[in-house]
């Protein structure tokens, strides 16, 4: 795929390099209100970007700064379920390193699987499980972004969750971390499913957030991901999911999240 198009096309719209890249989950949405100075392009102008066509997920990218840092903020992420490859949903990932973006920032609404981890929590996540049955490196090896074989021993970068949990702990936001597991959806896990994840080690599960992950530590940049848990999974209880109650759920976590990746950006040296 060209990135140099979008890239080229991204720098002429937005000026200033961006520093922390941002991606905003089902829900999530409502932290691009606070960005100041915002440049807001949508993805069918961004050559390269294909759309996003899940309710609650706004199809922007959004250029500007947050608690005085320059950010790009994906308002609204693609997903392998829609249909679109591993190679398109992670897209934006190698356009943000090419635009020079140090920081990874992924949040998500996700299902819990630890009894312990109730719809509102945010879920610093120290790990993850790839169940959703395919690679985004799969393939030729894009060698301008990084080696063949990257090493995913610490994904989640060590530094910058002690930061995390240091930024909650000075806001009194609860956060607990955990290991998410990523399938392939869009339908949701059944209770076996949700007991096989649990017992192989996962904490949250969910449709998203992995291969961007896997795409953002092959281009090099530190990555940092938070699930918000919107629901117990059927480990807990007989009871439909349904993605409306998700994205009401994600609202019980929003003014906690947007606190605390404000105050990240300022921690973050």
């Given at each position: 795929?060209?990135?140099?198009?979008?890239?080229?096309?991204?720098?002429?719209?937005?000026?200033?390099?961006?520093?922390f890249?941002?991606?905003?989950?089902?829900?999530?949405?409502?932290?691009?209100?606070?960005i100041?100075?915002?440049?807001?392009?949508?993805?069918?102008?961004?050559?390269?970007?294909?759309?996003?066509?899940?309710?609650?997920?706004?199809?922007?990218?959004?250029?500007?700064?947050?608690?005085?840092?320059?950010?790009?903020?994906?308002?609204?992420r693609?997903?392998?379920?829609?249909?679109?490859?591993?190679?398109?949903?992670?897209?934006?990932?190698?356009v943000?390193?090419?635009?020079?973006?140090?920081?990874?920032?992924a949040?998500?609404?996700a299902?819990?699987?630890?009894?312990?981890?109730?719809?509102?929590?945010?879920?610093?996540?120290?790990?993850?499980?790839?169940?959703?049955?395919?690679?985004p490196?799969?393939?030729?090896?894009?060698?301008?972004?990084?080696?063949?074989?990257?090493?995913?021993?610490e994904?989640?970068?060590?530094?910058?969750?002690?930061?995390?949990?240091?930024?909650?702990?000075?806001?009194?936001?609860p956060?607990?971390?955990?290991?998410?597991?990523?399938?392939?959806?869009?339908?949701?896990?059944?209770?076996?499913?949700?007991?096989?994840?649990?017992t192989?080690?996962?904490?949250?599960?969910?449709?998203?957030?992995?291969?961007?992950?896997?795409?953002?530590?092959?281009?090099?940049?530190k990555?940092?991901?938070?699930?918000?848990?919107?629901?117990?999974?059927?480990?807990?209880?007989?009871?439909?999911?349904?993605?409306?109650?998700?994205?009401?759920?994600?609202e019980?976590?929003?003014?906690n999240?947007?606190?605390?990746?404000?105050?990240?950006?300022?921690?973050?040296?």
């Amino acid at each position: 795929m060209n990135y140099k198009e979008a890239v080229q096309y991204l720098k002429e719209r937005c000026g200033a390099q961006p520093e922390f890249a941002i991606v905003l989950g089902s829900g999530l949405s409502s932290l691009a209100d606070l960005i100041e100075d915002k440049i807001v392009i949508p993805y069918d102008e961004i050559p390269g970007f294909v759309q996003s066509t899940v309710k609650g997920h706004k199809g922007n990218l959004i250029f500007g700064n947050l608690s005085g840092r320059r950010v790009v903020c994906q308002q609204g992420r693609f997903h392998y379920y829609e249909g679109w490859t591993l190679e398109e949903v992670t897209f934006p990932v190698r356009v943000f390193a090419k635009l020079g973006v140090k920081y990874y920032l992924a949040t998500n609404a996700a299902g819990s699987l630890n009894v312990k981890l109730q719809p509102g929590q945010i879920v610093l996540l120290e790990d993850h499980i790839n169940f959703i049955g395919e690679n985004p490196l799969h393939g030729p090896n894009k060698e301008e972004f990084g080696i063949r074989f990257p090493s995913l021993h610490e994904a989640y970068d060590i530094q910058l969750r002690e930061i995390v949990k240091k930024s909650a702990i000075a806001n009194d936001i609860p956060i607990e971390e955990g290991v998410y597991v990523a399938v392939a959806g869009p339908s949701f896990e059944t209770k076996a499913e949700c007991r096989m994840f649990a017992t192989l080690g996962a904490d949250v599960v969910g449709m998203s957030t992995v291969p961007g992950v896997i795409v953002a530590i092959h281009s090099g940049l530190k990555v940092i991901a938070m699930s918000v848990v919107t629901n117990m999974s059927n480990i807990f209880h007989s009871n439909a999911h349904t993605h409306e109650d998700v994205q009401k759920a994600a609202e019980l976590a929003k003014e906690n999240l947007e606190k605390l990746i404000s105050q990240i950006l300022i921690d973050i040296d």
